[in-house]
Nanobody, 124 residues
Framework: QVQLVESGGGWVHTGGSLRLSCAAS????????VGWFRQVPGKEREFVCY????????YYVDSVKGRFAISRDNAKTTVFLQMNSLTPEDTAVYYC?????????????????WGQGTQVTVSS
């Protein structure tokens, strides 16, 4: 089982940038697909993006394409989410998650390890 800790959240103005980090520990990190999800109060947790275990495949939800970039450094067992051109609609708690199975990478239920979340707030 992999353990995950997010960091890097904060408060920015519209158009600003943040870089989130997801630090992993555990033997299965290099075998794990890692995803980023976000959640606002009263709404379901939603998929943002994922990166394959080797980093060769990435996928983004349409609302963040061209603005967000996911990457990973397996040597440092860390996944990053660079977020640019932020808008108030990006305000949420952001979670990283890891899975080793073959279930769909955009589904919350596919992931078996989650971080505690980091708050991102974008003001207009």
């Amino acid at each position: 089982q992999v353990q995950l800790v997010e960091s890097g959240g904060g408060w920015v103005h519209t158009g600003g940038s943040l870089r989130l980090s997801c630090a992993a520990s555990g033997r299965t990190f290099e075998d794990s697909t890692v995803g980023w999800f976000r959640q606002v109060p009263g709404k379901e947790r939603e998929f943002v993006c994922y990166i394959s275990r080797t980093g060769t495949i990435t996928y983004y939800v349409d609302s963040v394409k061209g603005r967000f970039a996911i990457s990973r450094d397996n040597a440092k067992t860390t996944v990053f989410l660079q977020m640019n051109s932020l808008t108030p609609e990006d305000t949420a708690v952001y979670y990283c998650a890891a899975k080793t199975g073959h279930d769909s990478a955009w589904m919350v239920s596919s992931y078996d390890a989650w971080g505690q979340g980091t708050q991102v707030t974008v003001s207009s």
